[in-house]
Nanobody, 120 residues
Framework: QVQLVESGGGLVQPGGSLRLSCAASRSIFSINAMGWYRQAPGKQRELVAAITSGSRTNYADSVKGRFTISIDNAKNTVYLQMNSPKPEDTAVYYC??????????????WGQGTQVTVSS
């Protein structure tokens, strides 16, 4: 089965930077899109950024100009570069992948989540 492994979370100061990565395990599939969602305590999960295999991107208004999503198709890995994070960016960040597995349709996969805490 395809699994998503996240890394890069942790504590970061406001105005600092952090880079999250999410790698999909090897399998027979093609990437349709990958993205990052986040969920803070007491709040609904929200889309942060998404990218297609053709490098088309979408960002939440709250992170535009500060976060950058990128994808390495050869490595089946998506990254989220977080510049100038704010305390309100504190949340658990989840990687999501929409993959087409040979012989079946598109399927959603989720990473285990990684905590990002923005604090001085």
């Amino acid at each position: 089965q395809v699994q998503l492994v996240e890394s890069g979370g942790g504590l970061v100061q406001p105005g600092g930077s952090l880079r999250l990565s999410c790698a999909a395990s090897r399998s027979i599939f093609s990437i349709n899109a990958m993205g990052w969602y986040r969920q803070a305590p007491g709040k609904q999960r929200e889309l942060v950024a998404a990218i297609t295999s053709g490098s088309r991107t979408n960002y939440a208004d709250s992170v535009k100009g500060r976060f950058t999503i990128s994808i390495d198709n050869a490595k089946n890995t998506v990254y989220l570069q977080m510049n100038s994070p704010k305390p309100e960016d504190t949340a658990v960040y989840y990687c999501n992948a929409k993959l087409t597995v040979l012989g079946s349709g598109e399927h959603d996969y989720w990473g285990q989540g990684t905590q990002v805490t923005v604090s001085s």
